[in-house]
């Protein structure tokens, strides 16, 4: 008797769970001049990063969300990797699921073309806008200023691309975010080599997974983050690479590090 009530309570969670509706709004983007690609995300769910972004390094960038299938995300990067287009790998994934209307997701490839798809039964307010390099998405918010303006904030801001993910990520919940509150938020940046001494690619990887005001603390962990780790990986793929945009933004990271109490903390 107490198994079968475990078995029915197990059940019943997983059905509670598995078809729960992610309201979240993300962005997707890619940096032409340095190589990085990122997703920064936040919801009213716990982890909403270990749910939404999906990455490979040289290849793009996606963000599954809404009644979130993890396949989606898998799927268009082998299919980015194959060499198709973000609008082929999309298409062909989407395809591929039978619930497709139910789900959003955004996608990047490493040359710039971006695409979106919002299911027809996602909870609105749901929609997405696209630009080169860049996609944004959400559903469950409280209107539509919420991507327009987290689109027109990082298309024109300069810098670091995990910085101006965290600006648009800012403005979204500026202009209203998730309409059913606050709980979680990430940012993951890959580069090649651009993880910790070169070891793996992870340049930015931050995660807030319950908090009442996680955009607010994403943004104060990667204030500590660029100064201990984004600095030193932009100076040695300065030295690496010979590229002077890495070195110019190490100068300005050091310079707004030598204006900060944090470098006291």
């Known amino acids: 008797m107490i198994l079968k009530m475990e078995e029915n ?3 019943y969670l997983f059905v509670v769970f598995s078809t729960f509706e992610y309201g979240t709004f993300s962005i997707v983007a890619v940096d032409p001049l340095t ?37 989606l995300g898998k799927w268009i990067l082998e299919f980015l990797s194959k060499g198709y287009s973000a609008k082929e790998a999309l298409d062909s994934a989407i395809a591929m699921d039978s619930s497709r209307e139910e789900r959003q997701v ?14 027809k039964e996602t909870f609105a307010w749901a929609g997405h806008r696209t630009a080169p390099y860049v996609s944004v998405q959400g559903n469950i918010l409280t209107g539509p200023e919420v ?14 691309l995990a910085e101006r993910l965290l600006l648009a990520l800012q403005s979204g919940e500026l202009a209203g975010g998730d309409k059913r509150g ?14 910790y001494q070169g070891v793996d690619d992870r340049l930015v990887d931050l995660k807030v997974v319950d908090n009442p005001e996680p ?3 994403l943004v104060r962990q990667y204030e500590y983050w660029q100064y201990y780790f984004l600095a030193p990986a932009y100076l040695r793929l300065a030295e690496e690479e010979k590229n002077e945009i890495f070195f110019e933004r190490t100068l300005d990271i050091l310079e707004r590090a030598l204006n900060s109490d944090i470098k006291d903390a």
């Open 9 to 11: 309570m197990v059940i």
């Open 35 to 71: 190589g990085e690609c990122g997703v920064a995300v936040s919801s009213k769910v716990f982890d909403v990063g270990y749910i939404v972004p999906w990455i490979k390094t040289d290849v793009g960038a996606v963000a599954s969300q809404a009644l979130s299938n993890p396949y």
């Open 106 to 119: 955004g996608v990047v490839d490493f040359k710039g073309n971006s695409c979106a798809f919002t299911g």
């Open 147 to 160: 991507v327009d303006t987290m689109i027109k904030v990082f298309l024109n801001s300069k810098g670091p």
């Open 182 to 195: 606050k709980q979680s938020a990430a940012i993951i940046v890959l580069r090649r080599r651009g993880g």
């Open 215 to 217: 955009v607010k603390e």
